[in-house]
């Protein structure tokens, strides 16, 4: 009796999980079939009309506005990403060595994580007219946006790069000092490689917190027309959007699923092999 | 012991660099692009834009009574985004986290996929299919896409929080006699609180600034105020509002903060006294 219940149990459990799943993936899964359709409008008199690759094609030879916005969010992205990983680390590094005013840079750095983005945006845009205005000219556009970009994103690097710096020896980087190498080797030849991982992931982290930013962007990217693609498809939306978008979404998912998958392949063989070199 | 501290004095006195330094430029970058930013906010908050004096009348702007329902407007849909993920995102991470489910990484991973593609994108696609299926645009769609663009933050550190949860708590409370229901209230669910707080304050405050997804799914009803301030920092000559706005923001953010650390705080403050 008691099995069956049990049984009945887990099929709701079973049914739970994909109900959401289900929900989650619907509309990525609408936009993936429909990015082989012609038809302009999805759901029109047409149906799914017939099957082929002009939305891609069109994606990359006849939509240079948002082939533009996907160049410009890279840009944006791989480069705020890599200060910030940069910065994130040496923060990282640092912080666990200081003593004194730690807690005062964590404060710091939290609030720049649990802050609404429209005041950081407003932050950012008063901060690029006091600037201006004490006479260091700061150009709301690309460059303003790489730097916000970084600072936003560097705790996280730093909260994902700090856990890993707890498991080290902390003698590690005197010894590297002792052997006789300066402080800005022994960072990079002793501590540096064994946070390799905790960059990496906090790279990913800052990347994909760089694309996703719509409102930090929208206010800060100046008017000399720099659209990354959150700022092009939302300016879009009163006229109509390039129904190449559709193409473009299925790539990036396909590329998101991709490197997760191999991101966590990586992850469970390093894990085992760690498993097995304890045992 | 003395030994140690003497080398160690050695150290200090041969070198100069203190490993601690490495944090000095982020420390300074915080000041410029953190600190600042908001002492800006601040000062623009109380200066008029016409005459740039000190002037309590920004204020009076935003307590207008047009302005208040905008706030508790927005207040109301994170809320409700905050319960709806909550509701949806604590049993999934309930079943993820326990047996037979716990088994497939991959299982955990499908829920936490989305997060990593832009919103904007998975927006759009939500409206498509919500266009087909004939849900027009306003605040039911609006919160849909709110839930729908959310839901990953609040699953994911609840999924944490319970995975690595000591499973012997449980087993205990069953073993002295507690049924399921009640072991879940008086243990898996306190030992979790930490989870659903910071779920929550990845949920609740993103939302006054998601206007994204209400300009996309909503309609003139179901406009946040992070819109609002946006707009008067694009029009010149309104700045003074726009920052007393986001000065009270500043405040709930600060207040959601607070209130979510004793959260965090008191299920091992319990344990501890007990």
């Known amino acids: 009796m008691k099995s069956t219940k049990s049984k009945l149990f887990l099929c709701f459990k079973w049914a739970f999980l994909i109900i959401v799943l289900a929900c989650i993936y619907l509309p990525i899964l609408l936009i993936i079939v429909y990015s082989f359709s012609g038809e302009p409008n999805i759901g029109g008199v047409n ?3 017939q099957f082929t690759f002009a939305l891609y094609k069109k994606l990359f030879t006849n939509s240079p506005r948002l082939m ?3 160049k410009n969010t890279l840009i944006i992205g791989v480069s705020s990403a ?3 990983t940069f910065i994130g680390t040496l923060t990282s590094v640092g912080l666990y060595y200081l003593r004194k005013g730690k807690k005062a840079v964590n404060f710091v750095s939290e609030i720049t994580v649990v802050n609404a983005d429209i005041v950081t945006a407003v932050g950012f845009f008063l901060l690029s007219i006091f600037l201006t205005r004490i006479g260091l000219p700061v150009e709301k556009g690309m460059g303003w946006l790489i730097v916000a970009h970084a600072v936003i994103t560097t705790p996280y690097v730093i909260l994902t790069v700090s856990p890993r710096l707890h498991q080290l020896n902390p003698n590690l980087y005197e010894a590297g000092l002792d052997l006789g190498a300066g402080p800005m080797r022994s960072l990079f030849t002793v501590i540096v490689p064994q946070l390799i991982g905790g960059m990496v992931s906090g790279f990913a982290l800052a990347f994909t917190l760089s694309l996703d930013d719509f409102v930090v962007t929208n206010l800060n990217k100046g008017t000399n027309g720099v659209e990354t693609i959150t700022t092009f498809v939302y300016a879009s939306l009163r006229r109509s959007l390039d129904p190449a978008i559709r193409a473009l979404s299925t790539i990036i998912f396909v590329i998101v699923l991709v490197a997760l998958i191999i991101f966590n392949v990586v992850k469970n063989k390093k894990l085992k092999t760690q498993q097995k070199i304890i045992k | 012991m003395p030994e140690s501290s003497e080398t160690k004095k050695t150290l200090k006195k041969k070198i ?7 944090s000095f430029p982020y420390i300074l970058l915080c000041a410029i692009f953190v600190v600042l930013p908001l002492i800006l906010v601040f000062v623009y908050a109380f200066i008029d834009d016409k005459t740039g004096h000190f002037t309590f009348s920004n204020f009076a702007e935003v307590f207008t009574s047009a302005n208040l329902i905008l706030l508790l407007r927005t207040i109301g849909i994170a809320l409700l985004t905050t319960l709806i993920c909550l509701l949806i995102a604590y049993p999934t991470a309930l079943i993820l986290a326990s047996s037979p489910f716990n088994k497939f990484v991959i299982l955990a991973l499908l829920f936490i996929i989305p997060m990593w593609m832009n919103f904007v994108l998975r927006v759009i696609a939500l409206k498509e299919l919500l266009t087909l299926i004939g849900v027009k645009n306003g605040l039911f769609a609006s919160v849909i896409g709110m839930v729908y663009d959310f839901l990953p933050f609040m699953l994911l550190p609840i999924y944490t929080v319970l995975t690595d949860m000591d499973k ?3 087993e205990a409370a069953s073993d002295l006699g507690a049924n399921g229901f009640k ?12 989870g659903i707080a910071s779920g929550i304050t990845m949920v609740f405050m993103p939302v006054f600034s998601a206007y994204a997804i209400t300009d996309m799914l909503g309609n003139n009803n179901t406009t946040l105020i992070g819109k609002i ?3 008067l920092f694009i029009n010149s000559g309104t700045w003074g509002v726009g920052s007393a706005f986001s000065f009270v923001l ?3 953010v600060f207040g959601t903060m607070i209130l979510s650390n004793l959260v965090g705080k008191s299920p091992k403050a319990k344990g501890g006294a007990k």
Not at chain 2, 183 to 194: D, E, G, I, N, R
């Open chain 2, 168 to 170: 012997s708590y449980s």
């Open chain 2, 16 to 22: 100069v660099f203190k490993p601690s330094y490495f």
């Open chain 1, 47 to 49: 149906g799914f009309g």
């Open chain 1, 82 to 84: 890599l200060i910030a």
């Open chain 2, 250 to 252: 500043l405040l709930l």
């Open chain 2, 183 to 194: 072991t879940f209230v008086k243990v898996t669910l306190p030992l979790s609180a930490k």
């Open chain 2, 229 to 231: 301030i946006n707009e």
């Open chain 1, 68 to 70: 533009d916005a996907t």
